[in-house]
């Protein structure tokens, strides 16, 4: 079955610390993967798009992704992080053949000042 | 501007009072889906259509109707709602083509059924 599951609920950083995000997929054909970002309030916010590693649309706001297909995990990074990156992430698939999508559960970082 | 709008944006109804909650984008996007998002659950797909008259479900289509009648136009329709429908709603839309593009979504609908 198609899944997407990110394995961190919460997760606190202090600012200034780096980051990881965990993303882990389960999909039979080769998917378009995603990142979205959800600020307190608001809809979700594209942070990074990425498909057979040809096409990456370069991510707002400093997040670097780390793909490895072995490991079926599209893990997102960020050196340095900011209070502003508070926030809840998502991790999505997609195929262009069915045009569905699954999103993860997500992860909602809170950042110490 | 270019945007997914929705209105309402809250909303508190009774079960089984028909609602209905619409969504509307300005850019010529051929996709337009709807979406819940629930604690723990993360976002699931309810119904998405790829152009007029053209829908198809989701994972999560039961208890809800769609129609594409007008392009920039995709309502999400609640026939009979139940409390278990309470959620946050998103809209989203896109350009379709070759490839997948950016959803662009909407600042969501929250709605209450008692």
């Known amino acids: 079955a198609q899944s997407v599951t990110q394995p961190d609920i919460h997760i606190t950083v202090s600012e200034g610390a780096s980051l990881e995000l965990r993303c882990n997929y389960s999909y039979g054909a080769t998917p378009y993967l995603f990142w979205y970002v959800q600020s307190p309030g608001q809809g979700l916010q594209l942070l990074l798009k990425y498909f057979s ?5 370069q991510g707002i706001k400093g997040f670097e992704p780390e793909f490895k297909r072995s490991q079926s995990s599209f893990n997102l990074r960020k050196p340095s992080v900011h209070w502003s990156d508070a926030a809840e992430y998502f991790c999505a698939v997609g195929t262009s053949g069915t045009y569905k999508y699954i999103f993860g559960t997500g992860t909602r970082l809170k950042v110490l000042a | 501007e270019a945007q997914v709008t929705q209105n309402p944006r809250y909303l508190i109804t009774v079960t089984g009072k028909k609602l209905t909650v619409t969504c ?28 007029v008259e053209v829908t198809d479900k989701g994972d999560v289509p039961e208890g809800y109707k769609v129609s594409r009648k007008e392009k920039r136009n995709f309502p999400l329709i609640l026939e009979s709602p139940s409390p ?31």
Do not use: K
Not at chain 1, 53 to 57: E, H, I, K, S
Not at chain 2, 24 to 51: A, F, K, T, V
């Open chain 2, 24 to 51: 509307s984008q300005n850019m010529n996007h051929e996709y337009m889906s709807w979406y819940r998002q629930d604690p723990g659950l993360g976002l699931r797909q309810i119904y998405y259509s790829m152009n």
């Open chain 1, 53 to 57: 590693g040809d096409t990456l649309v």
């Open chain 2, 84 to 114: 278990n429908q309470t959620s946050l709603y998103f809209c989203a839309s896109s350009l379709l083509g070759r490839v997948l593009e950016t959803q662009y979504f909407g600042p969501g609908t929250r709605l209450l059924v008692l």
